[in-house]
């Protein structure tokens, strides 16, 4: 019987999260809690971010092992290696919808390694239920939107924009600093930000997108900014990016097509506004 096999753990230590991930389905969530709870408390490190990835993938199913998980997150994030941060910044956030995981993640957006930050940011859109604009950890990612690190920024960006749907003139104003930023293939805060102010319906995000279609290869998050936007008026840069060598199944073509046909739409409904009158 598979309960009965020894973990092979030194495979885990040196594998990803999808072999934590393999290995605490076919194992199961008591055995597998069993044993995550003995390596969060090792000695080695390695073990320790194994321990953690497996208490965080079992979680999300058996009560029990959410319970662990926030009884040894406070020393999770202590801990003096950084890839058991990282861990414990992953399963914390994984929860979705526990607010008991809030103040943890909040904690690890000071942490001193960039990556664990991120994680910490991605991981808090997950775990909050609802938040209001003076929700303390919407109020970080408001902050996060001027750190000195552009991946934080892009990430933050994305968190507000995209995957929170809270508003507030702090929220717009710091998206909206963001939007003269440069894209990088490392982080692109501006278009993140873009899209979370043509969520919002922001009329100030019209020049930027505007902007950045006529330069050369705009990225797909700007072509999703004029979908959300759809205003007219971006019509003529967007038709202009149409090519002759554009493959119909390239997901940016498809992006393209989808926001001229949402901005003409738009045309469309201006025109029998103003013959409605």
């Known amino acids: 019987m598979v309960e009965h ?4 753990l030194a495979e885990l230590v040196a594998g990803t999260a999808d072999d ?6 076919a194992m199961g969530s008591e055995q597998a809690l069993t044993y995550a709870q003995g390596w969060t408390r090792d000695a080695d490190p390695g073990v320790r971010d194994v321990g953690f990835m497996a208490l965080g993938s079992v979680a999300l199913n058996h009560p029990p092992a959410l319970e662990e998980l926030l009884d040894h997150a406070d020393a999770g994030c202590s801990d003096v290696d950084v890839g058991v941060r990282a861990a414990v910044a992953q399963a914390l956030g994984n929860q979705s919808g526990e607010q008991r995981c809030v103040p943890f993640l909040l904690r690890l957006l000071n942490d ?4 664990v930050r991120r994680i910490a940011i991605g991981g808090l859109p997950i775990v909050l239920d609802d938040p209001t604009a003076d929700d303390p950890a919407v109020t970080a990612l408001v902050r996060l939107l001027a750190d000195h690190e552009p991946t934080l920024r892009d990430w933050a960006a994305f968190a507000l924009g995209s995957q929170l749907d809270v508003d507030s003139p702090q929220i717009r104003a710091g998206l909206r600093s963001l939007l003269s930023e440069p894209d990088t293939a490392e982080a692109y805060p501006a278009a993140e930000a873009a899209l979370g102010l043509a969520r919002r319906a922001d009329p100030e995000v019209f020049t930027a997108i ?3 279609l006529t330069r050369p290869d705009p ?8 979908a959300e936007r759809a205003d007219p008026r971006l019509l003529p840069a967007l038709v202009q990016l149409r ?12 992006q393209l097509e989808y926001a001229i046909a949402r901005c003409t739409a738009a045309r469309m409904d ?7 009158d």
Request: charged share 40%; no cysteine.
């Open 270 to 276: 201006d025109d029998d506004e103003r013959h409605g």
């Open 5 to 8: 096999q020894d973990p092979p």
């Open 112 to 115: 001193a390694d960039v990556e």
């Open 243 to 254: 090519a002759p060598d554009n493959e119909p199944d390239d997901p940016w073509v498809e």
């Open 20 to 25: 934590v991930w393999r290995f605490t389905e």
């Open 210 to 212: 505007a902007d950045r």
């Open 219 to 226: 990225s797909s998050l700007w072509l999703r900014a004029a």
